[in-house]
């Protein structure tokens, strides 16, 4: 089967340590053609070089538009990929998207975008209105499914796990340099499925969300400023929305972060002097970007090369168990097997009933880390009766497709 050529693009700024995790992550999809554009910062440029990536986009703007723009004209896969440098792609990631392109009426796709422990559902199908709200759509099984519209609400995408046709992506103008930070990928995703190009949610592509802090929010998530956001939203709610809906959508966000700002001061992330001070920005913000202009098109670079597929080595999915809180020989084992060239994920399933979390670590192996008789799906029961081999024969059940397109092979 002739495999679509893919440009994944990471766009960094002032992360460089995340950066690195990310990339590592990325040189181990199991996907024989594809290419990595890095776009960043002086710091993260460098960890991108450092670690031998060839195709280094310098950017020191802090325009998220902007930088995936420079990307997009670099690409020379006929589709692109986008994920954040806070993020880690499962193995299986670009496979099962690049699945469903080779139906040429699917212009874009979206992925499972799990939250910080590794578990948690953070994004999934959804929609959004012209005012910019976003719902989700239900969508069970393990099988792709296309996302319709539904009066007013089309089909949307997240920044951190989405492909698009790269043909689509200059013909609908690229990312609205507008939206420096926020609402980016919803104004292009939106304006696509508008305008009729089909959607499909991809269930098994999952991706890994860490939120890392930036200029915008901690890393707790706690905002730090909202000028941004609300500059977003204004130029959404002109692009997109019609007298008298306009001031109802700018009455509903302001009203809408207020609260969620108010809640940041009652568990005590903020106190009440931040809080004034971003109830501030948000006018001030939303004021501004009222003002913001149309920039020109990109001038998309013409790009002849095309992305040659690789044929992997010996590479072997592997997992290991860690039996005792004190076995160092496990994790080194997984470092040294990383080192090697294969995809390793550790087990240390100790006898509580902890809640289950699941990490990619700075060494580049998966990390698998709970009770015996905790929690995996945070709907299951708070205790149950197991053992470690069966916990960990239930994970693999969980994985298969997704960690590896087999089964992981014990490695101990």
Same mark, same amino acid.
């Given at each position: ?113 799990l ?89 098994? +592509? =999952?991706? /890994? ?7 915008? %929010? #901690?890393? &707790? *998530? ?6 941004e956001?609300?500059?977003s939203a +204004? =130029?959404? /709610? ?7 809906? %306009? #001031?109802? &959508? *700018?009455q ?44 020109p ?16 080595g ?10 005792h ?88």
């Amino acid at each position: 089967m002739a495999h679509i050529p893919i440009s994944v693009i990471v766009v960094s700024r002032n992360r460089p340590v995340w950066l690195k995790r990310c990339l590592r992550a990325i040189a181990q999809l199991d996907y024989p053609r594809f290419e990595t554009i890095v776009v960043a910062c002086p710091a993260g440029a460098r960890v991108a070089r450092e670690l031998g990536m060839d195709r280094v986009c310098d950017c020191d703007v802090a325009n998220i538009s902007t930088a995936r723009n420079i990307g997009v004209s670099a690409a020379r896969g006929d589709v692109i990929a986008f994920i954040d440098d806070d993020a880690v792609p499962e193995p299986t990631w670009l496979g099962h998207l690049s699945e469903v392109f080779t139906d040429p009426r699917v212009m874009q796709a979206g992925g499972t975008t799990l939250g910080r422990n590794g578990l948690s559902l953070q994004h999934g199908a959804a929609r959004v209105d012209a005012t910019g709200q976003s719902c989700r759509v239900a969508a069970t099984g393990p099988d792709p499914v296309a996302i319709t519209s539904v009066e007013d609400q089309h089909p949307r995408l997240h920044g951190t796990n989405m492909a698009l046709r790269r043909q689509v992506i200059q013909d609908h103008g690229g990312f609205d340099e507008r939206f420096a930070f926020y609402l980016d990928e919803t104004d292009l995703t939106f304006r696509i499925s508008r305008q009729g190009g089909q959607t499909l949610f991809v269930p098994r +592509a =999952v991706v /890994h969300h860490g939120s890392g802090p930036s200029d915008f %929010r #901690d890393g &707790a *998530r706690t905002p730090r400023s909202v000028s941004e956001i609300a500059a977003s939203a +204004a =130029v959404f /709610h002109a692009k997109h929305c019609v007298q008298p809906a %306009r #001031d109802q &959508a *700018r009455q509903a966000f302001l009203a809408d972060r207020r609260t969620w700002l108010l809640r940041h001061m009652q568990i005590g992330s903020l106190t009440p002097d931040d809080v004034t001070r971003l109830i501030r920005e948000l006018h001030e913000g939303y004021a501004e970007g009222l003002t913001r202009t149309s920039p020109p098109e990109p001038e998309w670079a013409s790009q002849n090369a095309t992305i040659e597929a690789v044929h992997f080595g010996n590479q072997t999915d592997i997992y290991l168990v860690k039996r005792h809180r004190t076995d160092t020989k496990i994790l080194n084992k997984a470092k040294t097997m990383v080192a090697q060239g294969h995809r390793v994920t550790v087990f240390d399933y100790r006898p509580d009933a902890r809640y289950h979390c699941v990490a990619f670590t700075d060494d580049g192996y998966w990390l698998h880390t709970g009770g015996i008789f905790g929690r995996e799906d945070r709907a299951e029961p708070l205790l149950q009766k197991s053992t470690r081999q069966k916990r960990i024969h239930r994970t693999l059940e969980r994985l298969a497709g997704i960690r590896s397109k087999k089964w992981l092979l014990c490695g101990d």
